[in-house]
């Protein structure tokens, strides 16, 4: 049987029992951020639904197992088995909703939105084309684009490599290998 319960501010716990196994996991997600961490402990078979308190060390987890009370402490996004057994009478108790899944829902990603032309003083830069103009100075890059600026741009050599790209180390432009890491250069 699997749990889950709203710890608010944008955190969900989910709790799942596997034969003697249980699993917890902690999603979190806010404005472009999503978060999770996930521990399997072995607790027993569980004897009854877990119940979920809020303490003032966190939240934790007392479940009714084969094997005796056991307690998971929850503080952040460390989820351990608990040797202390926590005042539970000034906690708060949580409500839990049992889940139809058996596995623990991984939060969906959100796509990002595109890049916007963006401006600051007398930079300007935008993505399609990659492009960055700053004062009188321009760098383009990519392809597709016909106007003057990149005609001219394409009419110049690519620069040559003038480093190692294994080691770092300067190499001459006429340079097949490295000179110190025998890398080739070409």
């Known amino acids: 049987m699997a749990y889950v319960c709203d710890l ?5 716990l989910y709790l799942d029992t596997q034969g003697t196994h249980t699993t917890v996991a902690i999603a ?15 607790t027993g078979a569980w004897s009854s639904p877990p119940e979920v308190y809020r303490t003032s060390g966190g939240v934790g ?22 040797t202390a057994v926590p005042p539970l009478s000034t906690a708060e108790q949580l409500p839990m909703q049992q889940t139809i899944s058996t596995q623990t829902p991984k939060a969906s990603m959100q796509p990002m939105e ?16 990659m492009e960055m103009r700053m004062g009188n100075m321009e760098m383009r890059m990519g392809s597709g684009s016909t106007d003057s600026a990149s005609a001219a ?12 790209g294994q080691c770092g ?3 001459k432009p006429s340079d097949r290998f490295c000179t110190s890491c025998g890398h080739p250069t070409t």
Do not use: D, E, Y
Request: one cysteine or more; glycine letters at 8%; aromatic letters at 2%.
């Open 8 to 12: 608010g501010s944008g955190q969900q």
């Open 28 to 42: 979190s997600s806010s404005a472009g951020q999503q978060q999770q961490a996930t521990s399997s402990l072995q």
């Open 169 to 171: 180390v300067s190499v």
């Open 61 to 82: 987890v007392k479940l009714q197992t084969v094997n005796g009370t056991q307690f998971i402490q929850i503080q952040g996004s460390h989820i351990a088995l608990s």
């Open 153 to 164: 741009s394409a009419a110049t050599p690519a620069p040559t490599r003038q480093f190692c």
């Open 114 to 129: 595109p890049m916007k032309p963006m401006t600051m003083g007398t930079m300007q830069m935008n993505l399609k084309p």
